[in-house]
């Protein structure tokens, strides 16, 4: 059974960085696309950033320049670098992985404090 967890969230000062992780458990392929979605309280869950296997990525305009993402396709890693992090951006973070069906992690949370 193949299991996300993310890693690096907590509570930051505005203009602050974080460093999200997410780790692969169960599985013995690599992903096909992956991703980071956020969702803040009463709020829909967003896309914020994506990333193919090839390594092509696209971000949500509101963190266009401040995030980025990567990942390792060897350990099935993802991670999302956030700098410049806003007030706006406080949410649940979840990671995302598709291979034949999504997966997804249970989310760490991400404060910023103005």
């Known amino acids: 059974q193949v299991h996300l967890v993310e890693s690096g969230g907590g509570l930051v000062q505005s203009g602050g960085s974080l460093r999200l992780s997410c780790t692969a458990s169960?599985?013995?392929?690599?992903?096909?696309?992956m991703a980071w979605y956020r969702q803040a309280p009463g709020k829909q869950r967003e896309l914020v950033a994506h990333i193919t296997s090839g390594g092509d990525t696209n971000y949500a305009d509101s963190v266009q320049g401040r995030f980025t993402i990567s990942r390792d396709n060897a350990k099935n890693a993802l991670y999302l670098e956030m700098n410049s992090l806003k007030p706006e951006d406080t949410a649940i973070y979840y990671c995302?992985?598709?291979?034949?069906?999504?997966?997804w992690g249970q989310g760490t949370q991400v404060t910023v404090s103005s």
């Open positions: 169960g599985i013995i392929f690599s992903f096909d696309q």
């Open positions: 995302n992985a598709i291979k034949w069906m999504a997966y």
